[in-house]
């Protein structure tokens, strides 16, 4: 519980969408740990599984809800995390007018990793079992979606550099693996 609230913390300085955390607190009570993690409900959020279900959707709508969780998941790869358990019921939607907006939950196996590249690759290959009944073409145009915010990312952050790597001859890291379905 403790490593969640840290997550949560860090994630939220990161201004990855998340239910905002009112308390987190642990204490030994008799030998046995106690711990309690309190956050505000998602209200008009539902989960993925249940967007998809709930009505037919139109593509572009389809498109913005994707793309926007393609963005959230770059940004919280290219910091390191992961999140360790990227299921389609703990990705939440935003069901009121306007532009569909996405928020994560359960970060409870989340973790720093050493590698973006890992933390991408796991995160990508879990959700790529769990996504629950999205379509695989909204699958493949997600993929898509994240591969171009990942190469966007990190040129962005490789100009940002003051170090020289023209001498550095390293292989080509995509952080996108084929679906394992």
């Known amino acids: 519980m403790i490593r969640e609230a840290e997550a949560y913390r860090a994630w939220q300085a990161l201004d990855i969408p998340l239910p905002v955390l009112r308390y987190a607190g642990a204490r030994r009570e008799q030998g046995q740990w106690r711990a309690l993690l309190v956050t505000e409900a998602l209200t008009g959020f539902i989960s993925l599984d249940q967007w998809y279900e709930q009505a037919p959707r139109a593509e572009q709508e389809r498109h913005a809800m994707l793309h926007d969780l393609a963005t959230i998941l770059v940004r919280l790869h290219t910091a390191g995390w992961q999140h360790g358990c990227l299921y389609a019921k703990h990705v939440f939607v935003n069901v009121g007018r306007g532009r569909p907006r996405?928020?994560?939950i359960?970060?409870?196996k989340s973790r720093r990793r050493?590698?973006?590249a890992t933390a991408s690759w796991r995160d990508l290959d879990q959700f790529?079992?769990?996504?629950?009944?999205?379509?695989?073409?909204?699958?493949?145009?997600?993929?898509e979606q994240y591969q171009r915010a990942w190469?966007?990312?990190?040129?962005?952050?490789?100009?940002?550099t003051r170090v020289s790597t023209t001498s550095i001859k390293a292989p080509a890291v995509s952080p996108v693996k084929p679906p394992s379905r």
């Open 102 to 104: 996405v928020a994560l």
């Open 106 to 108: 359960d970060l409870e």
């Open 114 to 116: 050493l590698r973006r």
């Open 128 to 143: 790529g079992r769990h996504r629950g009944v999205m379509p695989e073409r909204d699958w493949a145009w997600f993929l």
């Open 151 to 160: 190469d966007y990312s990190t040129k962005a952050a490789a100009s940002r």
